[in-house]
T-cell receptor, first 109, second 112 residues
Framework: SAVISQKPSRDICQRGTSLTIQCQVDSQVTMMFWYRQQPGQSLTLIATANQGSEATYESGFVIDKFPISRPNLTFSTLTVSNMSPEDSSIYLC??????FGPGTRLTVL | KQEVTQIPAALSVPEGENLVLNCSFTDSAIYNLQWFRQDPGKGLTSLLLIQSSQREQTSGRLNASLDKSSGRSTLYIAASQPGDSATYLCAVRTQRDSKLTFGKGITLSVRP
């Protein structure tokens, strides 16, 4: 099993700004996953982050909008850039796509 | 493209009732199916994982079944309790692309 923490747990941001979400795992893992859950929608994979290489983005998601860092085997960040109200979602990181962090609830005004 | 459907979107039952949550998927070529529980502010908790070769899995009051050929899974909750109130998500991993596809979930409310 893995214990995953995320910061911040929630935030309210203004349109056009950026927010960086942190994800910390209590053990070393090769792959970390970032998901988005828009209101009333299912979880959607944004990208897969491997340590030491660039993240792999799913269709519809681009690095300029959602840059990801993976500096070591226990930590990753996801930045939501130039935010608009459509980015209001819960963002979750995952290990093994079986263990999930508590999520970051983002509201963009 | 795999599609996962969970109907109804919400369900309210009195405490003590046995209930069944349904999940259907369009592509039956799957590796496995998972049921998750989502609580506000606590993320997702994996409840049961059924491999494609299995028919069911049990954990305490929970029993999940898988009928791969018909593209259906059910999560049976026995003797429901108010603490079971949460959103239950079904997710399948498809063989074609190894992707995990989630349903929108069923929000369960168990009334005392």
């Amino acid at each position: 099993s893995a214990v995953i923490s995320q910061k911040p747990s929630r935030d309210i941001c203004q349109r056009g700004t950026s927010l960086t979400i942190q994800c910390q795992v209590d053990s070393q893992v090769t792959m970390m996953f970032w998901y988005r859950q828009q209101p009333g929608q299912s979880l959607t994979l944004i990208a897969t982050a491997n340590q030491g290489s660039e993240a792999t983005y799913e269709s519809g998601f681009v690095i300029d909008k959602f840059p990801i860092s993976r500096p070591n085997l226990t930590f990753s960040t996801l930045t939501v850039s130039n935010m608009s109200p459509e980015d209001s979602s819960i963002y979750l990181c995952s290990v093994g796509e079986q263990f999930f962090g508590p999520g970051t609830r983002l509201t963009v005004l | 493209k795999q599609e996962v459907t969970q109907i109804p979107a919400a369900l309210s039952v009195p405490e003590g009732e046995n209930l069944v949550l349904n999940c259907s998927f369009t592509d039956s070529a799957i590796y496995n199916l998972q049921w998750f529980r989502q609580d506000p502010g606590k993320g997702l908790t994996s409840l049961l994982l059924i491999q494609s070769s299995q028919r069911e899995q049990t954990s305490g009051r929970l029993n999940a079944s898988l009928d791969k050929s018909s593209g259906r899974s059910t999560l049976y909750i026995a003797a429901s309790q108010p603490g079971d109130s949460a959103t239950y998500l079904c997710a399948v991993r498809t063989q074609r692309d190894s992707k995990l596809t989630f349903g929108k979930g069923i929000t369960l409310s168990v009334r005392p």
